[in-house]
C-alpha cells in the first residue's frame, strides 16, 4: 500500500512489475507521467431489491407520519392557516457566476431597470389621444379601420348585401332613421331571395342563424339606430312564428310580402304620409317656424303646406360639422318659402320671431326622453324659455323601451376631425390638435330633450305627450303577442 505523495517513475514501475508477476500477467510496462496517483477504490456493492424496497417504506411511513401531524396541529388550533408553499426559485447560473465575479472584485451590482408602463398594442395612438374617461364605454371612432377588413369574403357568412350596407353606414352615405331602416329592410329582402336552408335543418331555427352574423356585423361597423333595433326585434319573432311544416317557398314569400314590406309601407310610407297631414294643421298664415338642420319629413311638412296655399316663413339653425341645413335652405327657397339661415349659436336672438318650433326624433324612449340629432335639447330649452311651443314628429315604431336620463349613458362618436371642417379656406388653429397635450375633440351624434321641453308629439296614431310612449309600447307588445 502506498502513501499518498509524490511517486518517482522508479517506483511506479516496480509496483507494476510487482502486480503483474502476482496476477501472472506478463507483457511491456506502460508508461505514466508524473502526477499524484490515488489509491484503488473499489465500487460498493449494488443494493438488493429487498433492501431498495424496504427505503421507499420508510420514505412513505416518514411521509405518512408528517401529514398526521399537521392534521393535528391544524385540528388543535383552526383558525391557523399552513404557510403556503413557496415554488423553488429558478436562479440563472450565469447571472449568479456574474453577480459572485463584480462581489469580488469589489464593484456593485448595478440595480433592476424600472418597468415601462404597459401599453395596449391594439390601441392606435390616434385612439390613446382621442379617448376620454367619460366616453371610454362608447365605441371609439377609428378613421384606419375598416369593416372589411375582419371579413373573409371566401368563407364568411355574412352576405354581401349586408357587407354594403355596412360600409355604406360607416362612410355615412346611409344617414338618417328611416333610410338606414328602409335600407335594412332592402338588404333583408335581397338575402330572403337567395336565401337555402338544408333539408335536415328547421326553417325558423336555421333562418335566425344565418341573420345573426349579418346583425353583428352592421353593429360593429356602426351602432344600429333605435328604427334598425325594432325593425331586427320584429323580424325575428316573425320568423320564430313560421310553423316547421311550412316550405321554404312559402315562408320566403311570407316573410318578403307580409313582413318585409307590410312593415315599410305601414311604418315608414303610411306613417309619415299621416304625420305630414295632421303636422300641416298646425301650420297658419303668417306663421315663423323654426325647423334644425335637414330632416326629410320636416321638408315634406313644409313642403305639402306651401302647395296647399299657405304663407309662412321657415327658419333654418344649421350647426356643424355637417352643416345639412344649408340643403334644407336650397330645397326651400327652390319651392318659393321664404327662408333665413343662422347658426345655432345664434338661436336665442331669433327665437323671439318664432311662432312655432318643428322638430325631428330618432326615437322617443320610455321615460319620455326625445333621443335626437345633438343640438335639439338646446333648441327646446331657448325655446321653452321663450314661451314657444316644441312640435316634434316621430313615427311610432321608433318607439323604445330604453330608458335614459342623459347623453352620456348611450350616443355615438363620429369622426373628431369632422369637427376640423369649415366652408372658409383658412387652416384651422387646431388642425393638429393630436400633438397638444390635454386637448381631445367629441364629436356626440344624438341628445336627449327631457319631455317638460316637449310640447307635444306629432305620431300616425294621434297627437301625444311624451309621456304617453308606455302606452304605445304596450299597444305594440299586445299586438305582437
Known amino acids: 500500500m502506498m502513501e499518498d505523495g509524490p511517486v518517482s517513475p522508479a ?7 510487482g502486480t503483474q508477476q502476482q496476477s501472472g500477467q506478463h507483457g511491456p510496462p506502460q508508461q505514466q507521467t508524473g502526477g499524484n496517483v490515488p489509491p484503488q477504490q473499489q465500487p460498493p456493492p449494488a443494493k438488493t431489491k429487498a433492501q431498495l424496497k424496504a427505503e421507499r417504506r420508510e420514505k412513505q411511513e416518514a411521509q405518512r407520519a408528517a401529514k398526521l401531524k399537521l392534521k393535528d396541529e391544524q385540528a388543535k388550533n383552526p383558525g391557523k392557516k399552513p404557510p403556503p408553499k413557496q415554488p423553488p426559485k429558478q436562479v ?26 404597459v401599453v395596449d398594442k391594439s390601441e392606435t395612438k390616434e385612439q390613446r389621444c382621442t379617448k376620454i374617461e367619460m366616453f371610454s364605454h362608447l365605441n371609439q371612432y377609428d378613421r384606419n379601420s375598416h369593416p372589411t377588413n375582419k371579413i373573409s369574403f371566401s368563407s364568411s357568412p355574412v352576405h354581401p348585401a349586408f357587407v354594403k350596407l355596412g360600409v355604406q353606414m360607416n362612410r355615412e352615405f346611409v344617414v338618417g332613421s328611416n333610410g338606414r331602416c328602409a335600407a335594412l329592410i332592402c338588404a333583408v329582402k335581397v338575402f330572403l331571395q337567395q336565401y337555402k336552408c338544408p333539408d335536415s335543418k328547421e326553417i325558423r331555427s336555421h333562418l335566425n342563424a344565418a341573420l345573426k352574423p349579418c346583425f353583428n356585423y352592421l353593429k360593429e361597423c356602426r351602432s344600429m339606430s333605435i328604427s334598425m333595433e ?12 313560421i310553423p316547421p311544416e311550412m316550405s321554404l317557398d312559402d315562408a320566403r314569400e311570407e316573410i318578403l310580402k307580409e313582413h318585409c314590406d307590410r312593415y315599410f ?26 325647423i334644425f338642420n335637414r330632416c326629410p319629413l320636416i321638408l315634406r311638412i313644409l313642403l305639402t303646406a306651401k302647395k296647399e296655399g299657405k304663407h ?10 355637417d352643416l345639412r341645413g344649408v340643403d334644407a335652405c336650397e330645397r326651400l327657397t327652390a319651392a318659393g318659402i321664404s327662408c ?22 330618432d326615437g322617443l ?29 316621430c313615427e311610432t315604431y321608433k318607439f323604445s323601451e330604453r330608458v335614459q336620463t342623459d347623453s352620456i349613458q348611450f350616443n355615438e362618436l363620429a369622426d373628431p376631425d369632422d369637427m376640423l371642417k369649415s366652408r372658409v379656406t383658412d387652416a384651422s388653429p387646431v388642425a393638429d390638435w393630436q400633438e397638444v397635450p390635454h386637448l381631445n375633440l367629441v364629436n356626440m351624434v344624438y341628445d336627449a330633450t327631457p319631455p317638460d321641453l316637449v310640447s307635444i308629439v306629432i305620431t300616425e296614431i294621434a297627437e301625444l305627450p311624451c309621456t304617453s310612449a308606455p302606452v304605445i309600447l304596450r299597444r305594440d307588445s299586445e299586438r305582437r303577442c
Request: a positive charge; one cysteine or more.
Open 340 to 361: 333665413s339661415y343662422v347658426y345655432i349659436n345664434s338661436a336665442s336672438y331669433v327665437m323671439k320671431e318664432v311662432t312655432k318650433v318643428l322638430l325631428p326624433a
Open 230 to 241: 325594432n325593425f331586427v326585434k320584429y323580424l325575428r319573432h316573425s320568423i320564430s312564428k
Open 265 to 290: 309601407e305601414e311604418n315608414i310610407y303610411l306613417a309619415a304620409k299621416t304625420i305630414t297631414t295632421t303636422a300641416v294643421n298646425r301650420i297658419n298664415n303668417g306663421d315663423t317656424i323654426l
Open 312 to 321: 309662412f316663413r321657415v327658419m333654418v339653425v344649421d350647426s356643424r360639422p
Open 365 to 393: 324612449l320610455a321615460n319620455g326622453y326625445v333621443l335626437s340629432e345633438v343640438g335639439t335639447a338646446m333648441l327646446a330649452l331657448i325655446a321653452r324659455k321663450n314661451n314657444k311651443p316644441v312640435i316634434v314628429c
Open 11 to 17: 517506483q511506479v514501475e516496480v509496483q507494476i512489475n
Open 92 to 117: 440563472n447560473k450565469k447571472q449568479e457566476v456574474s453577480e459572485a465575479q463584480k462581489k469580488s472584485d469589489g464593484v456593485k451590482a448595478p440595480s433592476k431597470a424600472p418597468k415601462a408602463p
